[in-house]
């Protein structure tokens, strides 16, 4: 089974208003981390948000806020008031830890998010 | 500068050909990591150093030998590759290995 999975194939969104990017994924450890990466034409991954599995609230950073449900193992990002700027590809992420000091951070295959003006 | 810097940005090599690709972390991080990013595929996890010393090599042919001599700097040596690896080679760092990681501009690598 895949570890994050991202079915969305692309997104659009009026500007200034709000999206939803889905994420959900797949673990038996009871300590996680989930992350959602930007990557613009450019190239490079811009880490926007993160979200702990122990964290009771949902984590915001500015117009980024991360809807997590545990029991359903989603943590969707939500972007509001969009910008065209914010027209990339969208990755989820999951962080498990294997042993006392590594982990692995395995990412889904992307959404990409255009803008509309 | 600051954050990740990788050089070069875009490189065209042939199958016989050598070349390196550079990764610089102005964060004062410990970990380092290679990932490789082909098209329609999610990104793949090639190397992880931690404190110099490689703690991961996920099942990477022997034609990609990375170098990491100190904390800031990691390398990826490249030799007879094949058109196959034709990718974006991306470099990321954290403070540790469990930390968030924080990724380059990465280097679009073309083999003819």
């Known amino acids: 089974a895949q570890k994050i999975t991202q079915t969305q194939p692309g997104m659009f969104v009026q500007e200034k208003e709000a999206v939803t990017l889905d994420c959900t994924y797949d673990?038996?450890?009871?300590?996680?981390?989930l992350f959602w990466y930007k990557q613009p034409s450019s190239g490079e991954m811009i880490f926007l948000i993160y979200?702990?599995?122990?964290?009771?609230q949902n984590a915001t950073e500015g117009r980024y806020s991360l809807n997590f449900q545990k029991a359903r193992k989603s943590a969707n990002l939500v972007i509001s008031a969009s910008q065209l700027g914010d027209s990339a590809m969208y990755f989820c992420?999951?962080?498990?830890?294997?042993?006392?000091?590594?982990?692995?951070?395995?990412f889904g295959k992307g959404i990409t998010l255009s803008v509309r003006p | 500068e600051t954050g990740v810097t990788q050089t070069p940005r875009h490189l065209v090599m042939g199958m016989t050909n050598k070349k390196s690709l550079k990764c610089e972390q102005h964060?004062?991080?410990?970990?380092m990591y290679w990932y490789k990013q082909s098209a329609k595929k999610p990104l793949e996890l090639m190397f992880v150093?931690?404190?110099?010393?490689?703690?991961e090599n996920n099942s990477v042919p022997s034609r990609f030998s990375p170098e990491c001599p100190n904390s800031s700097h990691l390398f990826l040596h490249l030799h007879t590759l094949q058109p196959e690896d034709s990718a974006l080679y991306l470099c990321?760092?954290?403070?540790?290995?469990?930390?968030?990681?924080?990724f380059g501009p990465g280097t679009r690598l073309t083999v003819l």
């Open positions: 673990t038996s450890d009871q300590s996680y981390g």
């Open positions: 150093y931690n404190f110099k010393e490689q703690t």
């Open positions: 979200q702990g599995s122990y964290d009771e």
């Open positions: 964060l004062g991080h410990n970990a």
């Open positions: 992420a999951m962080r498990e830890v294997y042993t006392g000091a590594n982990s692995k951070l395995t």
């Open positions: 990321a760092s954290s403070h540790n290995p469990i930390d968030t990681q924080y």
